[in-house]
Antibody, heavy 125, light 108 residues
């Protein structure tokens, strides 16, 4: 079974650092980009960016660049989302999701076909 | 950045009825780059439709997608109790994904 298993919930204070993880299994991990998606309480989905596990190339949404960083250890099929200094506004659920790419008829497609269950991050003093 | 606007914000229907959800893009989207996701309360999103109209693995055929250019639609032909959830459209362009704000499908 293809799955992404995320690390457990975190409660942190403002200014602290944090790393959460996303471990892939059931497929060849380097073949699929890992994307990170934020969902603030009661709100919609926001794409944060992605990392290519094969070469660690990253792309950040402008809304998140400079505030978070992505990394990967393909030897253990795990991607990471890191903050160096958390803010209260970082309180959210964070999902990792695998990108699948292919062709359907005359179109290429790029969708997020497998999602982790999410990691809840609470930042509060 | 392409902005996706979903309508309505909330849709109230009864089981057995037909649901039509709209997603409008601020500029033209390649059809392959439009997807729909379902999110149940307390759960992660699930891919329903990719490339505008292709159902993901395990998705029942009561779900269908259509559209082109800037206007896309998710249709649920006959609502089942488990279909009441939040639905998001998503597009991929310029190396980025963007999501619509979501449509909440609630039981009338």
């Amino acid at each position: 079974e293809v799955q992404l298993v995320q690390s457990g919930a975190e409660v942190k204070e403002p200014g602290e650092s944090l790393t959460i993880s996303c471990k892939g299994s059931g497929y060849f991990f380097p073949n699929h980009w890992i994307n990170w998606v934020r969902q603030m309480p009661g709100k919609g989905l926001e794409w944060m960016g992605r990392i290519d596990p094969s070469d660690s190339y990253t792309y950040y949404s402008p809304s998140f660049e400079g505030h978070v960083s992505f990394s990967v250890d393909k030897s253990i099929a795990t991607a990471y989302l890191q903050w160096s200094s958390l803010k209260a506004a970082d309180t959210a659920i964070y999902y990792c999701a695998r990108r699948v790419a292919g062709a359907e008829g005359r179109y290429y497609y790029y969708s997020l076909d497998v999602w982790g269950k999410g990691t809840t991050v609470i930042v509060s003093s | 950045e392409i902005v996706l606007t979903q309508s309505p914000g909330t849709l109230s229907l009864s089981p057995g009825e037909r649901a039509t959800l709209s997603c409008r893009a601020s500029q033209s989207i390649t059809s392959g780059y439009l997807a729909w996701y379902q999110q149940q309360p307390g759960q992660a999103p699930r891919l329903l439709i990719y490339a505008t109209s292709s159902r993901a693995t395990g998705i029942p055929d009561r779900f269908s997608g259509s559209g082109s250019d800037t206007d896309f639609t998710l249709t649920i032909s006959r609502l089942e109790p488990e279909d009441f959830a939040v639905y998001y459209c998503q597009q991929y362009g310029s190396s980025m994904y963007t999501f619509g704000q979501g449509t909440k499908l609630e039981i009338k």
